[in-house]
């Protein structure tokens, strides 16, 4: 970990992410003391049914018993880490490394840059989330999602020679899968079909509108018409029988 100071009583915090890292440089004056001064890091991270307490505090143990620190895993005090951390910033009690989030123009005066840093040039994603000249995310971990797994006997039996790469070429394999007695494609079943859906969709959707987030927070652009070419997609498969 690493500490800028800005004034009297400045905070090093981290930004961590599943797959980008951000290092907070001057995040508070509260009643914290510095980083590792006190031997204990304050890490604020989205603690879901699979990234527990468990998952955290395992995986910073190597580091706990590599530097004598102690890291201290928090849940955010909001709905998430994205709404807790500018409230924490505001009132002074901002964690020292915080995960999931991306830098942004209002959050990036708080951010390390890490350009400097030979361990963080390694790292994942690290010039993906550079801002400018300034790197401030590196990568700790990946989630896989957006695949689709092939049964490859039911390719080769009805004559696929290769997985699709377009969603045409998809949509003409279910239609081999199931002229070959195949239910082309089955789904998990209540929420997680959407869920699912979406995050096929998700790497499309990134290419056509990279700030497509952004654009629904302001208003420019509905969700709905973004997954609409996903969801008239997907309509389709069901009419033709491809779902299962």
């Excluded at 006997?153 to 969603?167: H, L, Q, V, Y």
Aim: proline share 6%.
């Amino acid at each position: 970990m690493t500490s800028t100071n800005r004034g009297s009583k400045a905070r090093g915090a981290a930004l961590a992410a599943v797959v980008p890292l951000l290092l907070v440089a001057a995040c508070s004056s509260g009643s914290g003391s510095a980083e590792g001064e006190d031997g204990e890091i304050r890490m604020m991270v989205n603690l879901t049914d699979n990234l527990n307490q468990a998952y955290w505090e395992k995986l910073v143990k190597p580091f706990e018993d590599e530097t004598g620190l102690k890291v201290k895993i928090e849940g955010p005090t909001g709905k998430s880490v994205a709404e807790s951390f500018p409230q924490q910033l505001a009132a002074g009690t901002a964690p020292d490394v915080i995960q999931s989030i991306f830098p942004d123009d209002d959050t990036a005066p708080e951010l390390i840059d890490l350009s400097g840093e030979a361990w963080a040039k390694g790292t994942p994603m690290f010039d993906e989330y550079a801002m400018g000249e300034a790197h401030y995310a590196v990568g700790v971990g990946t989630q896989t999602q957006s695949l689709v797994y092939y049964n490859k006997t039911a390719f080769e039996k009805a004559g696929i020679s290769k997985p699709p790469t377009t969603w045409d070429e998809l949509t003409k394999d279910l239609g081999d899968l199931k002229k070959a007695g195949y239910t082309p494609m089955q789904t998990a079943g209540d929420f997680q079909t959407g869920l699912q859906l979406q995050q096929i969709y998700h790497p499309t959707l990134n290419q056509l509108h990279p700030k497509w987030q952004t654009a629904v927070a302001d208003d420019k652009l509905s969700v709905g018409d973004a997954y609409e070419p996903a969801f008239q997609m997907y309509a389709d498969w069901i009419k033709a029988g491809y779902i299962g």
